[in-house]
T-cell receptor
Framework: EAQVTQNPRYLITVTGKKLTVTCSQN?????MSWYRQDPGLGLRQIYY???????DKGDVPEGYKVSRKEKRNFPLILESPSPNQTSLYFC????????????FGDGTRLSIL | AQTVTQSQPEMSVQEAETVTLSCTYD???????LFWYKQPPSRQMILVIR??????QNATENRFSVNFQKAAKSFSLKISDSQLGDTAMYFC???????????FGQGTRLTINP
């Protein structure tokens, strides 16, 4: 089954404790992206990747890191999480950008205390 | 920069009624795509319908249809014969050739009442 898999689905943690949200897709997509969803703001892009070893900032990259060592994986790293990073996070992927609709993971709810 | 605006934070209708969700956007691009995504309580992002800007014909998917007004930069979603399972957050989104992201509206929370 074609899918984007995120883990964990829920996480409650404390300020400053490094965490990683994993994202993996099995569709051989070149493009992958991370979004965060906040009430009243919709979804905003954090980082994206056009292919292996090619990543770039989105609209709200502060406090986040990503890597793309393999085509299928695109982890989101919060090295020193803060309460303002409490949010719902989505990973998405598609074939090379253009008119290809994006496939979304099921979301990760992060709470930073 | 591209922007998408959904002016209705919440809507509520009775089951079997027809409901229209509004979306406006701003862009200088000519070749672009518009989407409606549904997010039920399970949090999944489900693509409902998609419209290419170069197509004059409005897209339709079963009970879901759009009213695409290119000159007015308007892209509304009509849900006919609404069902309880249509209860969800709905996001309008914009994309264009060469873009690096989807641009989302703020969302409309739709409740279908029995």
């Amino acid at each position: 089954e074609a899918q984007v898999t995120q883990n964990p689905r829920y996480l409650i943690t404390v300020t400053g404790k490094k965490l990683t949200v994993t994202c993996s897709q099995n569709m051989n997509h070149e493009y992958m992206s991370w979004y965060r969803q906040d009430p009243g703001l919709g979804l905003r892009q954090i980082y994206y990747s056009m292919n292996v070893e090619v990543t770039d900032k989105g609209d709200v990259p502060e406090g986040y890191k990503v890597s793309r060592k393999e085509k299928r994986n695109f982890p989101l790293i919060l090295e020193s999480p803060s309460p303002n990073q409490t949010s719902l996070y989505f990973c998405a992927s598609s074939f090379y950008r253009g008119n290809q609709p994006q496939h979304f993971g099921d979301g990760t709810r992060l709470s930073i205390l | 920069a591209q922007t998408v605006t959904q002016s209705q934070p919440e809507m509520s209708v009775q089951e079997a009624e027809t409901v229209t969700l509004s979306c406006t956007y701003d862009t200088s691009e000519n070749n672009y795509y518009l989407f409606w995504y549904k997010q039920p309580p399970s949090r999944q992002m489900i693509l409902v319908i998609r419209q290419e800007a170069y197509k004059q014909q409005n897209a339709t998917e079963n009970r879901f249809s759009v009213n695409f007004q290119k000159a007015a930069k308007s892209f509304s979603l009509k849900i006919s014969d609404s069902q309880l399972g249509d209860t969800a957050m709905y996001f309008c989104a914009f994309d264009y050739q060469g873009a690096q992201k989807l641009v989302f509206g703020q969302g409309t929370r739709l409740t279908i009442n029995p």
